[in-house]
């Protein structure tokens, strides 16, 4: 599951509808970066799934972020990464060009 696509998330609800602040925190974030495609499991709707991801990464809480099946973090690191500027580079480690990037080169 985490290899599915190059950017996972494991997060309460879905990204149309998120079910908890930091799940939704996630979701903003990548939607900032312009990374509309990636694969999302509502852990709600499975607590064999929500408690599995928690055992796999050794990660206590939801959302979870995998990059090209690497576990990433959770909201707090996804948020350090984009405040300091290491998700841009993530991001051109998968191929996907941030759309924050994209909108400081043409604002020079």
Request: net charge negative; proline share 4%; hydrophobic share 40%.
């Amino acid at each position: 599951m985490v290899k599915k696509d190059k950017v996972v998330v494991f997060m309460k609800g879905t990204p149309a509808q998120p079910m908890c602040g930091f799940s939704n925190a996630v979701v903003q974030i990548l939607r900032m970066h312009g990374v509309d495609e990636y694969a999302a499991y509502n852990v709600l709707e499975d607590q064999d799934l929500r408690q599995g991801v928690k055992d796999f990464s050794n990660w206590p809480t939801i959302p979870q972020v995998y990059f090209n099946g690497e576990f990433v973090g959770g909201c707090d690191i996804l948020l350090q990464m984009h405040q300091n500027g290491d998700l841009v580079e993530e991001l051109q480690k998968l191929g996907i060009s941030s759309a924050l990037q994209n909108a400081e080169k043409e604002s020079k």
